[in-house]
C-alpha cells in the first residue's frame, strides 16, 4: 500500500512538473551549451558571472507581475518572488548585486537574448522562435 | 580626509559626466506605527520610552524614506549614494552612504567613502524592512552606536564547490550620536567572514576601535571627578579607549521555514562602559504568502562595579563625591533585558509587505518598566 501511495505520489509530481515545465530557458544561438539548474540559479542570483565556458553571462528578468515570472522562480529557483525580490533588496542596496534586467515579456526576452551573446533569458515554451536556444538543463 | 572621500563620492554621484552613464535607482520606506500598551513609568515615578515608543501611537520612530543612486563610473568603478530620511531626525534627509566601488575582478572590490559596517547578518540591509520578516531588526542585538564607516572596506567573494564565502576587511572611523552625545570610533579595524552551502549560513566578525564618547553632563561630571583624581576620572571616561566588537551568525533556511541567531560581545575597555552581550533566535515558516516568526532577544549590560579600590584609595573626604559619580555612571548605563516576539509578515506582492509584531519586553533591573509594544509596518522597495 505505502509503495502504491508513494509511486502514485511521484507520478504526480512528476507530472505537475510536466505540466509546468512551460518555462525554457533560452541563451544566443552562438552559444550552444548545456547547464545545470544550480548553475542558472546561480546565475540569476547573482552568485555566478560566466557560463560554465567563462565566457561573460547576462541574466534577462521577467517583470515581477508576470505569471512566467513567477513559474521561473518558483520551479527554477525554487521560492517565491518575494522570496527572491528580498534576497535582491539584501544586495541591492549594499552596492553588492545588480539584480538582472527586466523585460516586458517574451519577445523583448527573445529579441535581448537574439542580439546579445553572452544573454540567458525565459521563455514560455510556445513563444521559442528560431532565433534563439533553447537550452536543455542538465 | 573622511570629507575628501565623501564629497569625491558624492560629485561622482552627482557630476554631469554622470548622467550619461547607466543609473540605477532603488528606493526603499519603512512605515511603522508602535506603541506600549500601558504608560512606561520607572520606580522613581517618572515616564520614560521604550526604544522610542511609548502608549500614545507613534509614526516616526521606525520610519523612513531613502533612495539610492548608482551608476557606472567607468567599467570599474561604481558610485553609490543613499540618501535617507528618518522620521526620528523629522525626515531630515542625510547622505547615509555615499562611496565609490573599484571591482578589481569579479571576485575582488575596494569600497571607499562612507558605508555600511559589516557587523551583523543584516547590517547592509538594515533599514530595508523589506529585507527580513520583522518590523525592525532585534534593538538588544542591532542597536549599537556604530553602524557606519568613514574609509575603506575590501570585499572578497569566491566559491570552493557549493560553499559560497565572503570575507570583507573594514577600516576608518566612525561618529554617531547616541544618548544625548556623540561616539566617535578612530583606527577601527573590522574583519567578517561568512561562508554558505545550501541552505546554511554561518558569519564571524571581529572588530576593534578607540572610542570616545562626549556628552555635556558626563564630560561635567568627570571634570569634577578630575579635581579629585585625574586618574580615576581618565579611568572611567570613554575616552581613546579600546574597545572591542564580537560577533557569530547562524542561520539555517530552506524557503519553508528558517531558523537562525546571533549573538555579539561589544566591549568598552577601561570605562564606565559595561562589556554587552546580546543575542536573538528567531524561527518562521513561510505559508503562501504568509510568514509567522518567534524572536526570543537578550541584552545583558551589567557587570560588577568597577574602579571600587580606586575609590576606596582616595582620602576618606572625597569618597562620597567619588562614589556618586563613579557608581551613578555605571548604573546609569547598565542595561539588561528580554525581548520575546511574535510576528507576522504579510507579502503583499513583491515590493510591499505588511507586518504585525507584538513584543513582551521584560527588564530584568526594574521590573517596572516591563511592557508590551505593538507594531504594525508597512514596508515598501523599488
Not at chain 2, 579600590?309 to 572625597?318: G, K, N, S, V, Y
Request: charged share 20%.
Amino acid at each position: 500500500m505505502r509503495t502504491i501511495v508513494l509511486v502514485s505520489m511521484l507520478a504526480i509530481a512528476l507530472l505537475s512538473t510536466n505540466v509546468r515545465a512551460g518555462v525554457v530557458i533560452i541563451v544566443n544561438k552562438s552559444n550552444a551549451l548545456a547547464i545545470d539548474q544550480k548553475t542558472i540559479q546561480r546565475i540569476f542570483l547573482g552568485k555566478e558571472k560566466k557560463f560554465p565556458n567563462g565566457s561573460p553571462v547576462t541574466a534577462i528578468n521577467q517583470s515581477p507581475d508576470s505569471a512566467i515570472r513567477s513559474e521561473f522562480d518558483e520551479t527554477i529557483l525554487g521560492r517565491s518572488s518575494s522570496q527572491v525580490s528580498a534576497y535582491w533588496s539584501k544586495l541591492v542596496f549594499t552596492g553588492k548585486g545588480v539584480p538582472p534586467a527586466e523585460l516586458a515579456d517574451d519577445k523583448s526576452v527573445i529579441e535581448k537574448v537574439a542580439s546579445n551573446p553572452d544573454a540567458i533569458g525565459y521563455i514560455d515554451s510556445n513563444s521559442v522562435t528560431d532565433s534563439v536556444l533553447v537550452i536543455e538543463i542538465k | 580626509m573622511k570629507k575628501l572621500l565623501l564629497a569625491s563620492a558624492i560629485a561622482a554621484a552627482c557630476g554631469p559626466g554622470f548622467v550619461s552613464a547607466d543609473i540605477r535607482i532603488n528606493g526603499f520606506a519603512n512605515l511603522t506605527a508602535g506603541f506600549t500598551t500601558s504608560e512606561n513609568v520607572d520606580g522613581a515615578g517618572n515616564t520614560t520610552d521604550l526604544f522610542g515608543y511609548d502608549d500614545n501611537v507613534d509614526f516616526s520612530n521606525g520610519s523612513l524614506f531613502a533612495i539610492q543612486i548608482s551608476g557606472d563610473v567607468n567599467e570599474k568603478v561604481t558610485a553609490t549614494a543613499q540618501l535617507l530620511a528618518r522620521g526620528e531626525n523629522d525626515y531630515e534627509a542625510d547622505f547615509e552612504w555615499a562611496y565609490l566601488t573599484y571591482s578589481v575582478n569579479d571576485n575582488f572590490s575596494v569600497n571607499a567613502g562612507r558605508l555600511r559596517l559589516p557587523l551583523f547578518r543584516y547590517s547592509a540591509s538594515s533599514d530595508v524592512g523589506y529585507s527580513f520578516h520583522w518590523a525592525q531588526t532585534p534593538f538588544s542585538v542591532y542597536d549599537v552606536p556604530f553602524t557606519n564607516l568613514d574609509g575603506l572596506r575590501l570585499d572578497y567573494t569566491n566559491n570552493i564547490g557549493d560553499w559560497d564565502y565572503t570575507l570583507q576587511l573594514g577600516s576608518g572611523t566612525y561618529t554617531s550620536e547616541i544618548g544625548g552625545g556623540v561616539a566617535d570610533g578612530e583606527d577601527v579595524l573590522l574583519i567578517t567572514a561568512e561562508a554558505t552551502y545550501e541552505s546554511f549560513k554561518a558569519r564571524l566578525v571581529y572588530g576593534q576601535s578607540n572610542t570616545t564618547f562626549t556628552e555635556p553632563t558626563t564630560d561635567a561630571a568627570f571634570a569634577q571627578l578630575a579635581q579629585i583624581s585625574p586618574v580615576l576620572a581618565d579611568k572611567i571616561a570613554l575616552r581613546d579607549d579600546s574597545g572591542t566588537f564580537t560577533g557569530l551568525g547562524l542561520e539555517y533556511d530552506n524557503f519553508t521555514w528558517f531558523v537562525s541567531g546571533e549573538i555579539t560581545k561589544v566591549t568598552g575597555g577601561e570605562s564606565f562602559s559595561a562589556d554587552d552581550n546580546a543575542y536573538f533566535v528567531t524561527m518562521g515558516t513561510r505559508i503562501g504568502k504568509f510568514t509567522p516568526s518567534i524572536t526570543y532577544e537578550a541584552r545583558d549590560g551589567v557587570e560588577d562595579l568597577k574602579f571600587l579600590e580606586d575609590i576606596a584609595a582616595l582620602p576618606a573626604q572625597f569618597q562620597p563625591a567619588a562614589t556618586q559619580i563613579v557608581v551613578g555612571f555605571q548604573n546609569f548605563f547598565y542595561e539588561d533585558y528580554a525581548l520575546t516576539t511574535v510576528g507576522l509578515r504579510y507579502d503583499l506582492d513583491s515590493q510591499v509587505a505588511l507586518k504585525f509584531d507584538v513584543s513582551s519586553y521584560e527588564n530584568k533591573i526594574q521590573d517596572a518598566l516591563d511592557a508590551t509594544l505593538v507594531r504594525i509596518a508597512v514596508n515598501y522597495v523599488f
